[in-house]
């Protein structure tokens, strides 16, 4: 992601417009200039690098541009690490201890440095020159890391990768976002969810399968007062919403004004032709095996239900529930199918305390009879769905038993 | 059985559930469709809590995680009149609210009363590593038996006393907003911005301290700290306190020649601006046309290379090698006084303190090395430190008598600031203060910009300073020609 000074974006009335570079034989060039800078600038410091990157930036006014690729390429794909041989808090103190007891000036300088490198090469039992001194004294100073690796992206894969940027910096100033997933098979959701939490963020979900689901997405305190405080929350959630099949986005954004001529309300939209490319590695396609297994033998079963994937969302108080498998007869009837396999106790009270309070009564739960559910704390008895018992594996022909067929 | 209402902390809010009898707490809460509960603003914690317990609900409180602290002082001065009156005030108001107290007036002691009478752990929220450094030094003294650390800087405690800068507390207000039953807000008049309120609004603190010099903001948003924080509840002013120990103390002005390249290099780069000025018709030396310049330089290759052409004349001015034979100068003549160098950016302080090997704190500087560093200067194992701007906002570096400002901006704020760093210390000390600049550059305009003028009134927080600085005008002003 980019800071905000290097953010570039315009308005058409109230929306928001980012910067979007098309993939040109120009910036192409461009990317490919910088990413070969940094590739030679490996094993250097890093305040070579930047000396190098200034030169480049040169006296062009698209500087702004070439400052946000440089940028990405340092945070993202670029590893620095500390180079000295003895930590650089020590030798500072042992430096200027030493220089305190003469009167400080370039002479007295050279001295001291050449009294301490001896010193460490005694100590370090290997030669330890005056320059490496100088050298070490400040190795701890992030300019002075060096550039240990260079996870080199290709031209067009460093442009994609500053237009997401960009319309992640959009969303630094969003209070919220409201996301319209149209009907999906498959889904996706699980990812956009799992991230979703993992930045602290709340959804606030309505809709169904057939007709798709408006998600509206902020934080805990949105509740009293619409800030920019989940913006970034938001702007990290984009790569995962990216993820998604079918979407359209709406933020709603709280601009810095910066002039009388900004709005004090602005937009920023986005749909699933954006044409952006995500950088998080995609969900697994199956949670596990035994679902994977199941999607196949349904494929090779002869009945009208069809089989959909991660195509519902059920809202739960504080979270929200994602079903494996959504079942569709052409008269219109529908079941939800979760399959419950092996895992941990405590995932299985969560699960079981999730469906007692979905309230849906059209959930069927496939439950392996190797799990211990007693032990689990959990009684199926009193659990508002069908049940169906499996040992290795989850049969076609048992699920549609249980829906009558 | 129905379950008593419960109130939970959630990521800077309470959720209190089963919603209890009676109607005081509907006031404060919002239905959360999302969850299915009612949910609260932290901040309204003690209000809603002192509701329900005026009503007779019992209520189950996880929502809080503070704990009583013991803490003995090992540090105990006599206070002064004004900071028990202080004391007494806030603690009138029930704990809650904000003491207007000049810089130098010992508001890290009346803290630390506070604290002794609240007895509950404490986040101390800072504006600057600085502060936060002389916060954690002076607490560490107070009550060495006390769990003291730091959030920012390089650490991250979790600790019962817990000293925080505005960003990183900030930016962990959802994770600290139930830990503390105090929280002191330094300078608090930086609290009320966008990205740091919510330190006040996602806590829920029943007591809160705020201190400053400068209450009011330009904003006007200085009327938010009622709600975050409290009401002014103690203000007084420097002359009421006038009579303070204060050094006194002499301004040097020195004027350093750029050398023959310097010069033509300069004047070079100066002419190039200046053409490319005046073909826009753009006039420096006003925030208007400083911004005309900036998007014109944006927008053209002669007006990005007049730009670049500034900045390195600037670098020239400010930089100079000549400097730093005056500097080399300096500390011979005053060698083994305790003496602060300052430089106005980070790349000066480490070129000074590369080639004269000298300490140098800067804002990257971790704040356990800016301690130890410091301390080392209090003993005088480092008679000299080298320091950028990072050192200006109410700092007590002890027994200073020597600075040496290199370069600064044209803040007349901070120039004074730095004065008070060694006028504040030592009885009947004679301070000295070199200011070297280069001759006849646009940074001697900041110079003479930074020299506060009679007409203008300084800061109020620097009443105390006034008749000092009136008589350092007529100060001695020296003409330096390096020998070399």
New interface residues.
């Given amino acids: 992601m980019l800071p905000a000074d290097l953010l570039i974006q315009r308005y058409q009335g109230e929306e928001v417009i980012p910067k979007r570079l098309p993939c040109s034989a120009d910036n192409l060039a461009i990317a490919a200039e910088l990413i070969a800078l940094f590739r030679a600038a490996t094993g250097g410091t890093r305040a070579d690098l930047q000396a190098q990157l200034q030169v480049l930036e040169g ?3 698209d ?1 702004r541009m070439k400052r946000g690729l440089a940028h990405l390429l340092e945070s993202a794909f670029s590893t620095f690490e500390m180079r000295s041989l003895i930590d650089p ?1 020590m030798l ?2 042992r ?3 030493l ?2 007891q003469s ?4 002479q ?2 050279a001295t ?2 050449a009294a301490v490198a001896e010193t460490l090469s005694r100590e370090l039992e290997q030669d330890v020159s005056p320059e490496q001194i ?1 050298a070490w ?2 190795a701890d ?2 300019e002075q890391q060096l550039l240990t690796s260079f996870d080199e992206p290709t031209p067009a894969a460093l442009i994609e990768r500053y237009n997401l940027s960009q319309a992640q910096g959009v969303l630094y100033r969003a209070s919220h976002v409201v996301i319209t997933a149209h009907r999906n098979d498959p889904g996706e959701y699980k990812l956009l969810f799992r991230y979703g939490k993992l930045f ?1 963020l ?3 979900i309505e809709g169904d399968a057939d007709h798709g689901f408006t998600l509206t997405i902020d ?3 949105s ?2 007062t619409p ?3 989940y913006g970034l929350a938001l702007a990290k959630l984009l790569p995962a919403l990216l993820h998604v099949t079918r979407w359209s986005l709406t933020a709603t954004l709280v601009p810095r004004r910066l002039s009388p001529y900004t709005p004090s309300v602005a937009r920023f939209r986005l749909d699933a032709d954006c044409g952006l490319v995500t950088h998080y590695p995609p969900g697994k396609v199956h949670d596990s095996m035994l679902e994977q297994a199941f999607a196949e033998r349904w494929s090779h079963t002869n009945t009208p239900w069809r089989l959909e994937r991660e195509v519902d969302l059920i809202p739960i ?2 979270s929200v529930m994602v079903p494996d498998f959504r079942l569709v007869h052409p008269d219109g009837r529908s079941f939800l199918l979760e399959i419950v396999g092996y895992w941990r106790p405590e995932y299985l009270r969560k699960k079981f305390a999730q469906v007692r309070r979905a309230g849906r009564h059209d959930l069927i739960l496939a439950i392996s009879e190797r799990l211990n559910l007693e032990r689990a704390g959990v009684k199926t008895a009193d659990l508002p769905a069908r049940v169906v018992w499996f040992k290795d594996r989850v049969l076609p022909k048992a699920v549609l038993e249980v829906l009558g067929e | 059985m129905a379950r008593s209402p419960t109130l939970s902390f ?4 309470l959720i209190l559930h089963p919603p209890p009898p009676g109607k005081a707490w509907i006031d404060y809460a ?1 239905w ?6 009612f ?1 609260i ?1 932290a901040l309204y914690y003690r209000r809603l809590v002192e509701a329900l317990t005026a009503e007779g609900t019992t209520l189950v409180d996880s929502a809080r995680e503070f704990s009583p602290l013991t803490l003995v002082p090992a540090l105990e001065m006599t206070p002064y009149p004004h900071q028990r009156e202080a004391l007494a005030a806030w603690i009138a108001a029930g704990r809650m609210g904000v003491v207007v107290l000049p810089t130098g007036a010992g508001k890290t002691y009346l803290a630390q009363l506070a604290m002794q009478a609240t007895r509950r752990s404490t986040l101390i929220v800072v504006p600057t590593l600085d502060l936060m450094h002389q916060w954690y030094a002076h607490l560490l003294a107070a009550f060495p038996d006390a769990p003291v650390g730091l959030l920012g800087g390089g650490s991250h405690d979790n600790t019962a006393v817990l000293v925080a800068t505005y960003d990183s507390a900030a930016i962990y207000a ?1 994770a600290l907003g139930n830990k503390y039953a105090l929280v002191v807000f330094d300078e608090c008049h930086h609290l009320p911005s ?1 990205f740091t309120r ?1 330190i006040a ?2 806590s829920l603190a029943p007591y809160r301290l705020g201190l400053t010099a400068t209450l009011e903001r330009s904003d006007g948003k200085h009327t938010d700290l009622q709600a975050l924080i409290g009401p002014e509840v103690y203000r007084t002013s420097a002359a009421a306190l006038s009579g303070t120990v204060l050094a006194a103390h002499r301004i040097v002005h020195l004027t350093v020649k750029l050398s023959q390249s310097e010069r033509q290099r300069y004047d070079a780069l100066i002419d190039t601006r200046n053409r490319f000025l005046q073909d826009h018709g753009i006039r420096l030396g006003s925030l208007t046309g400083w911004q005309a310049f900036v998007k014109a330089s ?4 002669a ?3 007049a730009m ?1 052409a500034h900045r390195e004349a600037r670098a020239i001015a400010f930089g100079t090698a000549g400097k730093l034979r005056v500097l ?1 100068d300096l ?2 003549q005053h ?1 083994g006084a305790r003496t602060l160098v300052f430089t106005d950016d980070n790349a000066m302080v ?1 070129r000074v ?7 140098a704190i800067t804002h ?1 500087t ?1 704040v356990k ?1 800016r301690h ?1 560093i410091l301390q ?1 200067f209090r003993t005088g ?4 430190i080298v320091t950028s701007r990072v050192l200006n906002e109410g700092v007590d570096v002890p027994e200073a008598s020597v600075a040496v400002v290199l370069s600064g901006t044209g803040s007349q704020r901070e120039y004074v600031q730095r004065l008070g760093r060694i006028l504040r210390r030592g009885e009947g000390k004679l301070a000295v203060l070199y200011e070297v600049i280069a001759e006849a550059t646009s940074e001697e305009q900041l110079s003479r910009r930074r020299r506060p003028s009679t007409a203008v009134k300084p800061y109020r927080q620097l009443d105390l300073l006034e008749s000092e600085l009136l008589a350092a005008e007529g100060g001695e002003e020296t003409c330096y020609q390096p020998t070399c």
């Fill in positions: 006296e062009e006014t500087y808090v500072r103190q430096v200027f201890a220089s305190a009167v400080p000036g370039p007295s300088s001291t440095v100088r004294l400040y100073l992030p602290g709340m959804a606030y934080g805990p305190t509740l009293f800030s920019t405080r108080p504080g | 959630d990521r800077g809010t919002v959360d469709d999302r969850v299915e509960r949910r603003p959802e966008e919510v609004e996602y944006a927008r053209s290759r007006g990005r290379s670049l080399a500390l011979a060698a480490y303190s590369r080639e004269f090997l000298l300490p990257k971790a090395e130890d080392r194992e480092y008679p000299v």
